[in-house]
């Protein structure tokens, strides 16, 4: 969008929205008026938040948040890990058989075919990234053995071409 089209689009919604709604043309491709933009966030959250919360210093659409000593800060990111039911356990069922439990390989399964190869060849591809292979294999699983999932039995072969 040119520039003097992007300030022509400004206009007209600044002409629906009324002048108690600030509008802002940005790019997130230049940067263009996302400093504005954040400065008047930022400026907004302040306002609706100054009941018992120091402010923060705005300038040029960054802020830097006012801290006391010994104030601890808080991390700038979160970490999410899946919890303990999303997961997937492998157990020997017999010298050459293996069951492999948890829900969301169980659903995996659930959606393809055995009998189709180029399923099959898709669902080992996804086994092998979430990780079940290599805990098989850390069980001393080998090409051929028997694999139940779901109440579903059939022979795995990895090391085999698709």
Do not use: C, K
């Not at 694999?147 to 059939?154: A, I, N, S």
């Amino acid at each position: 969008m040119t520039p003097e089209r992007a300030g022509e689009a400004a206009a007209e919604w600044q002409e629906r929205l009324g002048p108690e709604v600030p509008v802002f043309v940005t790019s997130s491709a230049t940067s263009e008026g996302l400093p504005l933009l954040a400065g008047e966030l930022l400026r907004r959250v302040s306002l609706v938040g100054a009941e018992g919360v120091e402010g923060s210093d705005v300038t040029m659409g960054t802020a830097e948040p006012r801290s006391t000593p010994g104030e601890e800060e808080l991390a700038e990111h979160m970490v999410f890990r899946p919890t303990a039911g999303s997961g997937f356990r492998v157990e020997r069922s017999g010298p050459s058989a293996f069951v492999v439990r948890g829900r969301g390989i169980e659903r995996l399964l659930a959606r393809y075919e055995i009998d189709n190869e180029d399923a099959m060849a898709y669902v080992e591809e996804r086994l092998r990234r979430i990780g079940v292979l290599g805990a098989l294999e850390a069980e001393g699983f080998e090409p051929g053995d028997e694999l139940e999932v779901g109440g579903v039995t059939f022979e795995l072969d990895p090391g085999a071409p698709a």
